[in-house]
């Protein structure tokens, strides 16, 4: 049986109805309440209202903050501090602009039109990972970093970060251990073709400025100077030679220079002082072999030079403090530590005289010993022995009178020259006996 459809009017007028009946059943009960306690309900009914609406209100709030997250970031990755990414990369000469590409079903798809950009992996902040396209620009200048090569990586709300190659290796597309988050540095991967390379680059730390200002920096330690990194290499001393009067001395400090920077520079306005340990200060001079620093770095560009200074032979003693600044004026110079290295000590005159002991005989009839030999002196000054360097020790570990000595004490050796010489000692008994003349000491038996 089918029931005929009924009319919304039909509907209405029993809502009504139905509405109608409500109400006055509720006045009717109303009614009945006391008139003492009405206000009690209707404190209630309000509080129930009340509570009812914050129950909507919290229901509300927490649906919101039910959203569903964006996609997971990689393990380990933090957030980056104030929302800062990668914007731009350089590479020796070259400026790569950075655009962010997110990882997609497990791909990070590198486009490979465009070689004047690289790609950053979203998520990455820990290590850093930076694609380029596989072309003939990029590969070139990936194949050319070398260990040790700086890289930068300008964020969009923060410092310039500074990274230096640690290594270079061939790697499969499949391979995502260099993506690891558990290490800082950079990975700066080429993408698309064979081989695939994959440059790994540590943190470069830079020392404190007030660490610089200290000259706390050792020779031999990297530093960044303004666009400048500096490497002071060795140091040399120079106590005689062309230019250097007699009483200075030559200090020839040997350097590297790299310009990570983006104007060339003039070597001429480089600020080189080297300061003793009294602080006189000591500008660039010329020497053997040593010109004063001079000509243009261009950007990328490096420089192994050397610069010399003249001090005074009194100035050498203690640390001596290298001033370096590409840029006078205009931010902290580095200032290295110089520990000199020693001249050979010049031997003392006495230890340039051979002697020789040519025969010692006892007299028992008169209880002498006389010793005869001779001395040599190979240096190129005179050298005298006084009689107080001249002894003999008895057997009994007791002096021995020296009773004439031939040619007479003091004896002065002429450099270049031979001395001969006869001893007499009183000596009671024989037995061994040691004699000594200046530093050499002699066993008589």
Do not use: C
């Not at 005869?372 to 057997?395: D, F, R």
């Amino acid at each position: 049986m089918i029931e005929p459809e009924q009319k919304p009017s039909d509907a209405w007028g029993r809502i009504s109805k139905a509405l109608s009946r409500s109400w006055e059943q509720a006045r009717a009960r109303w009614a009945q309440i006391p008139s003492s306690i009405r206000p009690f309900v209707l404190a209630s009914l309000g509080v129930g209202v009340v509570g009812l609406s914050m129950f909507f209100v919290g229901l509300l709030l927490l649906l919101r903050a039910a959203r569903p997250a964006g996609p997971a970031p990689l393990t380990g990755a933090p957030a980056a501090p104030g929302g800062s990414i990668p914007i731009r990369l350089r590479v020796k000469a070259v400026t790569l602009d950075v655009v962010p590409l997110a990882v997609r079903e497990g791909n990070w798809p590198v486009p490979r039109g465009r070689g004047d950009l690289a790609y950053w992996m979203e998520g990455t902040f820990v290590n850093l990972v930076l694609g380029l396209p596989d072309r003939p620009e990029t590969r070139r200048l990936v194949e050319g970093l070398q260990e040790g090569d700086v890289l930068e990586v300008e964020m969009s709300a923060g410092p310039v970060l500074r990274f230096q190659v640690s290594g270079k290796q061939q790697v499969r597309p499949e391979d995502t251990t260099l993506l690891s988050q558990r290490r800082p540095g950079l990975t700066l991967l080429l993408v698309g073709g064979e081989p695939r390379w994959a440059v790994t680059a540590s943190p470069l730390l830079e020392p404190s400025v007030s660490l610089l200002a200290m000259g706390r920096v050792p020779l031999g330690l990297s530093v960044q100077v303004g666009p400048i990194r500096l490497t002071a290499r060795n140091v040399e001393l120079r106590w005689s030679g062309p230019g250097i009067p007699g009483d200075f001395v030559g200090v020839v400090i040997r350097f590297e220079l790299i310009h990570t920077g983006n104007e060339p520079l003039a070597m001429e306005s480089f600020e080189m002082s080297l300061a003793d340990a009294a602080g006189r200060r000591y500008q660039p001079t010329s020497l053997e072999g040593v010109p004063i620093p001079s000509g243009r770095i261009a950007p990328g560009g490096t420089v192994e030079g050397q610069v010399a200074f003249l001090i005074p032979r009194n100035s050498v003693e203690g640390v001596l403090i290298w001033r370096f600044n590409p840029l006078p004026g205009r931010g902290a110079p580095a200032e290295i530590e110089l520990e000199l290295p020693r001249p050979t000590p010049t031997p003392a005159p006495e230890t340039r005289l051979q002697i020789q002991v040519q025969s010692a005989r006892w007299l028992p009839e008169e209880r002498v010993l006389i010793v005869q030999g001779g001395i040599g002196n190979s240096g190129e000054q005179p050298v005298a022995l006084e009689a107080t360097e001249v002894e003999l020790i008895g057997p009994g570990g007791q002096p021995a009178p020296l009773i004439e000595a031939s040619p007479a004490l003091p004896w002065m050796i002429p450099a270049g020259r031979n001395l001969g010489f006869e001893l007499r000692f009183t000596l009671p008994a024989p037995g061994p006996a040691t004699l000594r003349i200046g530093q050499a000491r002699f066993q008589i038996r």
